[in-house]
């Protein structure tokens, strides 16, 4: 057995070391992308899968819904609970339904810490007919004047990220990610035409 721990491992722990800081630089999402989410969704019932401080869920409360938060950290929970939020400590892929069915499942920037199949699997139980799974990240690109500024300070503090920043553009970057979770949804059957949505805003 290996003492090293997984760097992947260790990068999603992190958020929860100071989920104050987290919640306050965590990009937000484009409300036309939260609009659409909840207009082409038969109900108003979400739950937000990662939910972490709850930055995606306070946004569709906002915008009308009923919001349920799954999150592994305890941490990041407190948070959003304290800002909030309804909240159950779990991961997805073991957390237990009780019963409920959803009209959308949500992710914000959180998918690909969840396993592709069992995860799909899971949507489909608690989705009611006709509700959406929506899995979306924010593929950011910094200004062409700080792109190597940035990709400089990631190689230093987070040598072994998945993300090369400096090597690929954000969305090229994010596509892998993309392609695992429709190759996923695909292998559990179930939902119809899978869409891949695109929203241009900016973040400062």
Same mark, same amino acid.
Request: glycine content about 4%; charged content about 30%.
């Given at each position: 057995m290996s003492g090293k721990a997984? +760097?992947?491992q260790q990068w999603a722990q992190s958020f929860g070391s100071d989920p104050e800081r987290? %919640?306050? /630089?965590? +990009?937000?999402? +484009?409300? /036309?992308? $939260?609009?659409?989410? $909840? %207009?082409?969704? +038969?109900? &108003?019932y979400v739950l937000d899968v990662g939910c972490g401080t709850g930055i995606a869920a306070r946004q569709f409360r906002a915008a009308g819904c009923r919001v349920l938060g799954i999150e592994p950290d305890a941490r990041m929970a407190d948070l959003a609970r304290r800002r909030g939020g309804e909240v159950e400590v779990a991961t997805f892929e073991a957390w237990d339904p009780a019963g409920r069915e959803f009209d959308a499942i949500v992710a914000g920037? /959180? =998918? &690909? =810490?969840i396993d592709a199949v069992s995860g799909a699997a899971k949507a489909a139980e608690v989705l009611r007919p006709g509700g959406r799974l929506a899995a979306f990240w924010n593929a950011g690109q910094p200004p062409p004047e700080l792109a190597g500024a940035f990709a400089a300070v990631y190689r230093r503090v987070m040598p072994h990220s998945p993300f090369d920043l400096g090597a690929m553009p954000a969305l090229d970057g994010y596509s892998v990610l993309f392609t695992r979770a429709a190759d996923g949804i695909r292998e559990v059957g179930g939902f119809g035409d899978l869409e891949q949505w695109r929203f241009e805003w900016e973040w400062s």
């Open positions: 997984d +760097p992947c987290y %919640d306050r /630089a965590r +990009p937000r999402y +484009p409300e /036309a992308m $939260v609009e659409r989410i $909840v %207009d082409s969704s +038969p109900g &108003h920037q /959180a =998918w &690909h =810490w």
